[in-house]
């Protein structure tokens, strides 16, 4: 009973930004690395930026300097700041975790997605 929720995708404006986030929740006993993808039409789905809980990072290239993933343990929940949007970056964001849970017998680990947040830049 692990879910992961997505919000913050909208219409913006190039070289505007935006803020997603992705909140995990269940009987959560782990999270080791959370992290965003997004899929463009016709296009396979791409790591945008991950972080492990370490706090290493990892981002596309073509993201670095313009996006931060960020988390908050306590909440479960990770970040993903967009700054200086380019329409290139129109896609679907889906965030992903690393997540070991337990289902009243043990413990199991495993990638889950959320159902994806449509991030638009247009003018």
């Known amino acids: 009973q692990v879910q992961l929720v997505e919000s913050g995708g909208g219409l913006v404006q190039p070289g505007g930004s935006l803020r997603l986030s992705c909140t995990a929740s269940g009987s959560i006993f782990r999270i080791s690395t959370m992290g965003w993808y997004r899929q463009a039409p016709a296009e396979q789905r791409e790591l945008v930026a991950t972080?492990?809980?370490?706090?290493?990072?990892n981002y596309a290239d073509s993201v670095k300097g313009r996006f931060t993933i960020s988390r908050d343990n306590a909440k479960n929940t990770t970040y993903l700041q967009m700054n200086s949007l380019k329409a290139e970056d129109t896609a679907v964001y889906y965030c992903t975790a690393d997540i070991t849970y337990h289902n009243g017998i043990g413990y199991y680990t495993g990638d889950y997605w959320g159902q994806g947040t449509q991030v638009t830049v247009s003018s």
């Open positions: 972080m492990a809980s370490s706090g290493t990072t």
